[in-house]
């Protein structure tokens, strides 16, 4: 019985037609990190569970891939859990793993774990494969790539227009327009919790506002009613985050309702501050709103925070995101330390520039140059050659095996290979090879030595 | 309580420092493979568990890291066999999916997947990580990163000497010496085993000669009895395994040794052909030699095998290999797929090449250019001017907060930042900047659209 050649679901293999272009993806935003100053890291797939554990969120923390215990650690099997049916217990006490599950908590531990030798404010970028046991749809995948770029140790609100500038140079490299960047700040939120009877649901608050695009307000509205919030509450809070406008007229407005907490108008103050700094581009990609309704789930966020949308021709949602966090590394023993960190969202990036035709058409790799296979002698003049148009980097192949010469040129046809090098019996009494180009069918007698001068086109 | 910031054992954290390095490798590998006419696949990272299991032996097995199924699907745990201490059957009740183990199972399966969209002879690289659950050491992991390039559905002959050209080829651009090249074959082992009564044992004699090195040839001598080996047989293969000179008189003392052996004789014959064409070349890294002793203790090979021994200052045993097989895609339902692969050993050859002190000089990723802040007007000077840098692709920052500008100039030191630039109250009235040199110490006002040339250095 032959094995069902299929990947996982939720994921897939990239062919060599996709990789060119998310190289070429990937090579632009490293080419801007790396211009900001970030410098790489890459860190381990696999985690100890207990560093990735709690960090998500419940929803995370069920997303969290494990790996199985191999060996006679196997054997502690908790039983017992698993008849209670508390699989969340029996699940710990057979994996001690688990995969990545995005590239903030690994940047965490990191820093928590290199802090001697870092020079702070660290900055780097890291580019790497996360995986997340979620349902695939369109555009989610189980397995996909986050590029993530973060600046660790510094307070200052610069490194928030400075992270909104990356956003715009990466989408400006790739030729994306009308991309829009959604800003808010935790603090705004909290300002407009305590403006409630509920002022400790901050956490329930942004759990369900995070929802909204998925179950609608009334979806929102139902959460929040299940968590305790009253009728009479929500309808303030629907009064505020439908505020619209410019950013000053918004954030004015903010003002005037959350006057009496201080935490709101921390928040107010800090965006009105990162919206005077910004005159100092002139943006080509983004455009930057205010979005009172954006909370992002991620429970580590504490100050600014962005999402962003792909254009609106392009259905596809958030392709990217991030936001400020003060005590990240708190859980790892080490206090103090604010970090801002953004977050592109590769593998949808990619299909938002497919979708539009936006990767350039001269990315493909393809052979250069094919020798034909005429029997040991050719194959011996070949050999040689061959090796020395490779060591300049000139991409070429010798047909594997002596068969019918057509079938050589149709091969050569098929991989679409621009030059064909003969050399039978004839070339070799002259000493001369015959190249043949492909797409105009020309064929000429030349020196073997004239062969690299002769395929540069 | 904090959370010890380590990773998993027999993994590790890449820093820039490392990074760079290894990407340089990367690259080179990358563009040996492109000019050889490979093209890039990735595949996924984790693949059904029936994709992988049996393809490794009993030991690869083991080795196999499982993913937890998650969620409901761990309801199914099999208690039975884990009462009756059938761990493999118990982890196969809760586990689908494995992380991959190497990269030839993965291609084989892409392969059979898509055998009707490749064209072939189909000539693949791919550079991933793999995960073992082996017992660490030096130079051995639990992640680490492999580098192959296979050439699937073709038999001939000079795929193997393309193969060991590519050798050459990659450790002479790392500028990587004296690299002895192993060479043997599946069916002349198969020809040894047949001298003996055990002739339907060749998977126990590869299994335990792929161990002489760890345990010495008593050690195998000791396994070979364990299973039905007699001592004359024994004496029969040591005769044999011991021959030593140039490949041509190896080979013709063999062809006497296994004359009776069909098989023998067709290994025996195919070197013959590869060493004949071998001197096509001129190798500049490697050294080729026949080594009996070698078996690779993968089952899928059939054919030519080899391994490579990096420079014998250097204590790091295989820093790569490969072989022919010709019946991988089979267990995927696709016969007659004969191929022939080789694998860099990527860690290791970066441990060699570091330890050598074989990477160039030059491959640091710095910030050019610091702008120190001071203050409000400053910095929006600042923001402007940096952000057109950036798109110039000069690696640029500004200092995030208005501090004591010798602090500002100390982390500059710290960073090794050649260049800083100072903007300051008479810079603005003067309309200027001030450039400083950090390593000569040397200042001078400038106007701002004279950076970027002051800075080409």
Known sequence: MSINPNTPKGTRDYSSEVLLKRNYLKKILQKAFESFAFEPLETTSFEK????????????????????????????????????????KFSFSIS????RYDLTVPLARYVAGNQNDLIFPFRRYQMQNVW?????????FQEFCQCDADIVGVKSLLQEIEMISLFDHIFNDVNLKGVTVKINHRKIIEGIVNLTENKNKLVDYTVAIDKLEKVGIEGVEKELISKGFRESDIDKIKNIIKLEGSPEIILDELEDALKDSNKGLEGINELRYIFSKLNCFEFKSINIKIDLTLARGLNYYTGTIVEVMGPEN??????????????????FGLKNMSGIGVSFGFDRLYLVLDELDLFPININLNTEVLFVNLGNESVEIALNKINKLR??????????????LSKQLNYANKKKIPFVVIIGDEEIKNKKITLKNMSTGEQ???????????IIY
């Open 132 to 140: 997340r046991a979620d349902r695939p749809q369109h555009g989610r």
């Open 96 to 99: 001690e793993k688990a995969l």
């Open 49 to 88: 569970l207990s560093t990735l554990t709690g960090k998500y969120g419940d929803e995370g923390d069920r997303l969290i891939f494990k790996i199985l215990n191999s060996g006679e650690k196997l054997k502690k099997a908790d039983l017992n859990s698993f008849k209670e049916n508390d699989l969340k």
């Open 314 to 331: 392009v259905k596809m949602g958030s392709i990217g995101g991030g936001g400020r966090y003060d005590d990240l590394t708190n859980s």
């Open 444 to 454: 000429a007698q030349i020196l073997l030595s004239q062969l690299e001068k002769s």
């Open 391 to 404: 060591l300049k980097g000139v991409i070429s192949e010798i047909y594997p095996s002596n068969i019918k």
